[in-house]
């Protein structure tokens, strides 16, 4: 599960305490809602299937692939549908390749997402190893399924955009910068990705 509204509150208010500018925008914005997935295999396959398409086109394919193949809850339903299911379901035969390799990384035992490695860059270099999970998805997934603290995707395009803005920088901060600055906000830096997120979405401008 991902990190509760308690948690988001806490991360936040200690965050508010190192840069003012952080909490001026809870003031205006608010505390953000938790973002919430579930653990394991099959957030991962919606990952891989949500990618480049409308979450109405995932969710499409995510019921005809039920109809075609049966529990896509169960990696092993894709290790055994044919390559005509699953173009049958909408995968791409991109889509169907990473599908098929994470089904197989779960089934062989070699990804075990009830037991991911503790140390958060150890777990984000065992979920890239699956074809389609790149560093994001990962991150992502760890924020939101698994509610690690620490998580800071700053390669994401909305976190640069609005904590550039927040803390007055006049051009977007790059990946790189972004991570050097993010070092103080430390063990916090998940719950200031999922406000930079929840102020991204308010349209709330800098005073």
Known sequence: MGLSAEQLRSGLDALGEIEPAFAAAILRAGYPEPRIRERGYATLLRTILGQQVSTHAAEAVWRKLAIVAGDVTDPATIT??????????G?????????????????????DLDHLPADDE??????????GIGRWSAEIYLLFAEGRTDIWPAGDLAVQIEIGRLLGHETRPSEKLLRKL???WRPHRGALAIFAWHHYGSDMQVI
């Open 91 to 111: 995968l791409s035969r991109q889509k169907a390749s990473y599908a098929r390799s994470l089904a197989e990384e779960v089934t062989s035992g070699r990804l």
């Open 182 to 184: 993010a070092e103080e």
């Open 122 to 131: 150890d777990a984000i270099a065992a979920l890239v190893r699956i074809k």
């Open 80 to 89: 055994r549908a044919s390559d005509e299911q699953l173009r049958e379901a």
